[in-house]
């Protein structure tokens, strides 16, 4: 039997799994251990069986010491050291469910195998089983056990806790102001000549160029999310926000969002449902309505990894403009891993595709995306985040502009850099500066625009 203090390390690893960041213990072991045979030949005695399978353990082939496990329940089941590595292998391999049963037998024979009692709770803990949880948890640190496995079961029960208030009912808000500059809000062609369809050239007017201005903006968003039960909450949302340009006031924007859904979380597994609603105004008067849902499946694949998948539909009205309405729909997958390292480093990417649709049948306004796009965060000096993104997207239109004569075929880059530092417990400050190119083979579409800022947050929960 392996001492107290050996697994003590091995709970301590575990108990990393809390924290952003932190290293997934075995699995991460076991991910770099060769690859274990469909069916490992096991040694054919519980003497020899024992030994060799601890060792798997010990060495982060936990998938191959639970196969060999698996495959002598029958003869040894019952025996503690036999369940116990038994619960271990199955909870380091991810399968909870199995590891109770085996833990609880230990526990039967041997009531006083404080291990087998924290394992235990680390198995209740991923089966989200709180109140179990918590009761071995709290049962283990009663006992004289070292320090540092004190430790780890403090941060348990903080996360037990943790989880705990996420079943409560929950309101956050944040207010926002920002103050930077705008090379181009209007979004102004880079070419001082444009040829139309029948050779024509043609200068365009002041407003089709760049018009830069400083920018100051201001947000206020709330979130309210209500649980229904163990696995379902109801959310709603709003946002209300302002932007003024003072050296070009026609592109004064006021932007207010409402959403409203349900969440279902279970194990590993989140889904998003949300109907969502938008109006945007443009100096003053109303630009455009877009009101549609989104569906999004999240899967925790281990502590720092996550993925997931979402589809989205719009209908977009232009008020007094009806000929631009449309249908907007889309797909996507995402993928964020926590990295190892004190700077706690953090990796975004997705990708997109989908379709807008004019609803009126113009199939130069009708078009296909294809979506690419890359974070990175991590700690700064000082207590700074810093971050950095880059995102592509094309569009290629179905039919041709009538004044171009030419099908319209758009290709954006972005680029954004910036950072936040808490300057007390609710205030933040970011500032950021994003550099947009569209190449367009249509010359009003055709631009660049340069951005920068900083924004003060403040948070109320």
């Known amino acids: 039997m392996r001492n107290a203090r050996t697994r003590v390390a091995s709970l301590a690893l575990a108990a990393c799994t809390l924290l952003p960041g932190a290293p997934p213990a075995a699995r991460a072991q076991e991910a770099a251990a060769p690859a274990a045979p469909a069916a490992p030949a096991a040694p054919s005695t519980l003497a020899e ?179 229904i039960s163990g696995t379902w909450q109801w959310t709603v949302g709003a946002r209300a926000a302002t932007r003024r340009y003072p050296s070009a006031h026609t592109l004064d924007q006021d932007q207010f969002d409402l959403n409203s859904g349900f969440a279902f979380r279970s194990g590993c597994h989140r889904i998003d449902m949300l109907v969502q609603a938008q109006h945007l105004e443009l100096d003053g008067a109303s630009f455009r309505d877009a009101a549609g849902g989104l569906a999004q499946w999240q899967c925790d694949l281990d502590s720092r990894t996550r993925f997931g998948v979402y589809a989205q539909h719009f209908e977009l009205d232009f008020p007094g403009e009806g000929s631009r309405d449309a249908r907007r729909s889309g797909f996507g997958l995402t993928f964020a891993r926590a990295l190892e390292g004190q700077a706690r480093p953090v990796v975004v990417a997705g990708v997109s595709t989908g379709r807008e649709r004019s609803r009126r049948g113009f199939g130069n306004l009708s078009y296909d995306y294809r979506g690419l796009r890359a974070a990175y965060s991590r700690g700064l000096a000082g207590q700074w985040r810093g971050f950095a993104s880059i995102a592509y997207e094309s569009r290629e239109f179905d039919a041709p502009e009538p004044f171009f004569g030419a099908v319209r075929s758009d290709r954006q880059s972005d680029l954004q850099l910036g950072a936040e530092r808490a300057l007390s417990a609710k205030w933040t400050i970011a500032p950021t500066i994003s550099w947009t190119r569209s190449r367009s083979n249509i010359a009003p579409n055709d631009f660049r625009r340069v951005q920068a800022g900083v924004a003060f947050r403040y948070r109320i929960r």
Do not use: C, M
């Not at 798997?56 to 089941?77: F, H, P, S, T």
């Not at 640190?141 to 903080?158: F, K, N």
């Open 49 to 227: 069986l024992l030994p060799q399978v601890r060792s798997w353990i010990d060495r982060g082939q936990a998938e191959r010491a639970w196969l060999a496990l698996a495959a002598r329940v029958g003869d040894y089941a019952g025996d503690p050291e036999f369940d116990y590595l038994l619960g271990l292998a199955a909870l380091d391999t991810g399968r909870p469910g199995q590891a109770v049963f085996a833990l609880e037998r230990v526990l039967i024979a041997k009531p006083d195998f404080l291990q087998a009692r924290a394992e235990l709770a680390r198995a209740y803990f991923a089966l989200h089983e709180h109140e179990n949880a918590r009761r071995e948890f709290e049962a283990v640190a009663a006992s004289e056990i070292p320090p540092e496995a004190r430790q780890v079961i403090g941060r348990y029960l903080d996360a037990i806790r943790f989880r705990a208030r996420r079943d409560e009912p929950r309101f956050t808000a944040s207010v926002q102001i920002e103050t930077g500059y705008d090379s181009n809000p209007n979004f102004g062609s880079t070419s001082g000549r444009w040829v139309l369809a029948d050779g024509t050239a043609v200068l365009p007017l002041g407003i089709s160029r760049p018009r830069e201005s400083a920018a100051i903006g201001a947000a206020l968003a709330a979130d309210w999310s209500v649980p």
